[in-house]
Structures are given as C-alpha cells and as structure tokens.
C-alpha cells in the first residue's frame, strides 16, 4: 500500500507532470514572471468557470481578505461579523486594519455560520459579514443575503475551502460558491482544492466599479504607475503560479468528484458506528471535500486519533481552538462558553485523510482502522 498522507500532492503531479511542466517552461522561456499574458488568461478562465465577470488574482487567500475589506472601504472602529470556527485569516486582517471582529457561533451539521446568531450579532457599528465556506460546502448564502440586505450590509465569501461548490438558492438559481456575496475570495496553498506549486489568491466579483478598486488596492493603491489614489498593498499572482493554476482549474471538477468518492466510501463505511457523525450535507449546496470532517462522540475523538496515527493514517484538528480564545484575539464580549457549538465542535471535529488520490486500498485500511477501534 502506498504510505497514507493527508493530501497527496506527488501523486496529483505525477498525472499531469507533462502538462504542468510544459507550462512552467512557457513561462520561464517568456521570462515574464510578473503580470504576465498567463496571469491575464488565468484570470479570465477562472471567471469563465465561476460564471463571474472580474477574476483578480493576488499573493494569497488572507490578502485576498484584506484587500476585499479595504476595497469596501471598511474603517477602524467598524464591525465585521465572522464565524469564530474557522482558520484565524479573516480575524487576523480585520484585526490589522483596526475593525473589530464579531464572532457568530455556526450549525453543528454543516459547521458553518448560523443565520440567527448572525441576526442577533448585528449593531449600528456592524458594516460587513464574512461567511466562510468551511471545509467545501457552502453557507446558506440566502439567509445570509436577505440579513445582509435588511442592514445595508457587504458581504465578502471566504471561499478558500468551496472553490467550486454549486450553491441552489430558493429561487432555483444556482451559483459557485464565492459569486453570490459582493466579493469572494479563495486561496490557492498548495493542498486547497485549487492549489498552486507556492502560495496564491484571487477576489472574485460581479461589480465592476468593486472590481477596478481591488485592483487599485492589490498595485500600491494605484491606476497610473508612480500615481498612487488610496493606501494600497504588493499583492499579485505570480506567472508561474498562474500557469500551475491553468492547468489545474481544467483538472477541478474531475478532482471535485474524486473527493466525493473518497467521502461516499467513508460515509458508507461510518454509517453504523453510533459515535461518529458523517459530515452533512446541505440542501442548498453540493460539496467539494476540502475536508472529510467527522464528529467523534463520548469523548473519544483524541484516543480515535492516536490509533489511528499508531496505524500509519494521519488524521487531523480542523481547528483545535477556535478564534475567539486564541490569546491574540481574547475579549471579554467572546468569553469561553460564549460560542457553545463552536466550542463543542473543536473538542469533536476529526478530519480524515482527504486528496484526489486516495485509492481503495487506502481507503479500506483507514475504515477498517476506524471500525476496529469502535468494535473493541
Ligand atoms: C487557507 C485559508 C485562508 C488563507 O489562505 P492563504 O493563501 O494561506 O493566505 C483563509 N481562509 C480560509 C478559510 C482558509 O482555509
């Protein structure tokens, strides 16, 4: 059996080493490594795919978040409601720009934001809500549209987890995830469902007077060079990465559903072990796995996670402590015991070994592991 890893980046290269290496030497060849004609064409076959008039890509996912926040023209003082449940990116770059995170607890099925404590988090001060797409399924982006447009509200996707998920809205209309709020942002680490071979991220947007100003923000705040209109920031995607990525977004749905096998395998396998709980699965949005991400009742999820590792399978705490006790962000407003699902789900949540490379084999050790520790 080939070693079992969380993600499994060389075996995804090795399928399409040609392409990927073709396209690294064009680049190279052209030696236009900034800003190039790949960035531009990246660009626009991502919109193509998202179904979304403006692709701007950038250094990565947390810039990508902090410039949407500083193109929307957020201010110190103001308020961003954000789920606490989450990688730190989203509180770490409204903290650095001296807005005040809100934290909303999430449901414990889908693990994302929860509509009515969004609802019940909103004061005069709040100016925006960042969803996070969490683990590749989207958050209910009606409900969170509707609260938003009630109070006048931005609101910027978090989408480094769902790049391609189909989000269904009540009216049937259905959307990628990260298209649907006035700006999405996604990521393009490595092991994200859309990864580069370094670090990259994009802002995605239907509004075209948005999306000139989050490029305005990522080149120095300017339009003209050696012209500079508001405080800007060095973000851009690299041509080499953009090339990567070329390849790649032809690859995403069919890495899409070789996620989905792999949880299809695992659910079946899970279905009738009492203490787990599979994920859930939203009506309202497919899922893409950037996580298979179980819930470990009686305790057990630490002792679950030794055995597994004593077997040779990484498995992995998405997140172990949330945001809202992490000692950089504490404050009184979010004291321990202030977000109960939040917290009950970093005490429960385990994430399997997930990649678009995991083969029956894998797969059968990694379920027969799990059963076996619950049969004993
Ligand atoms: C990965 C990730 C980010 C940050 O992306 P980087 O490219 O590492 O900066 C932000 N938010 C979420 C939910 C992520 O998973």
Same mark, same amino acid.
């Given at each position: 059996m080939k070693p079992i890893q969380m993600v499994d980046l060389v075996g995804q290269y090795a399928r399409i080493k040609t392409e990927v290496d073709s396209a690294l030497q064009r680049v190279i060849d052209s030696a236009a490594f900034i800003n190039g004609p790949e960035v531009k064409a990246f660009e626009q076959e991502l919109a193509a795919y998202l179904g979304c008039r403006h692709v701007i890509g950038c250094a990565n996912g947390t810039d990508a978040l902090q410039v949407a926040l500083m193109a929307l023209g957020l201010k110190p003082g103001d308020e961003v409601i954000t789920p606490s449940f989450t990688f730190v990116a989203t509180v770490e770059v409204v903290a650095l720009l001296g807005i005040v995170p809100v934290f909303a607890d999430v449901l414990p099925g889908s693990f994302n934001l929860d509509p009515e404590d969004v609802r019940r988090k909103i004061t005069p001060r709040t100016k925006a809500i960042v969803p996070v797409h969490l683990f590749g399924q989207a958050a209910d982006m009606d409900a969170i549209m509707a609260i938003a447009g009630e109070h006048g509200l931005h609101v910027v996707e978090d989408n480094c987890q769902a790049i391609g998920s189909d989000h269904r809205s009540a009216d049937g209309a259905v959307r990628k995830s990260g298209t649907i709020g006035h700006v999405g942002v996604t990521s !393009? !680490?490595? +092991?994200?469902?859309? #990864?580069?071979y370094g670090d990259g991220g994009a802002l995605f947007t239907n509004d075209d007077g948005l999306a000139h100003r989050i490029r305005r923000v990522c080149n &120095? #705040? +300017?339009?003209?060079? %050696? %012209? &500079?209109e508001v405080v800007g920031v060095n973000s851009r995607l690299d041509s080499l990465q953009a090339a990567v990525l070329r390849v790649k977004l032809r690859h995403l749905d069919a890495y899409a559903d070789a996620r989905r096998a792999a949880a299809a395998a695992y659910d079946a396998a899970f279905a009738k072990v009492p203490a787990l709980t599979v994920p859930a699965r939203s009506t309202f949005s497919t899922h893409v796995f950037h996580q298979y991400t179980l819930r470990v009742g009686d305790d057990r999820r630490d002792a679950l996670r030794k055995h597994l590792e004593e077997r040779g399978i990484p498995a992995m705490i998405y997140y172990p402590v949330p945001c809202h006790l992490q000692n950089a962000y504490k404050s009184p407003r979010f004291a321990e015991g202030s977000l109960p699902v939040t917290e009950r789900l970093t005490r429960e949540v385990l994430s399997l070994p997930m990649s678009t490379e995991l083969d029956q084999e894998q797969l059968h050790h990694i379920t027969g592991a799990v059963q076996a520790f619950f049969a004993a």
């Open positions: !393009f !680490f490595p +092991s994200k469902n859309l #990864g580069c &120095h #705040g +300017s339009d003209t060079r %050696y %012209y &500079h």
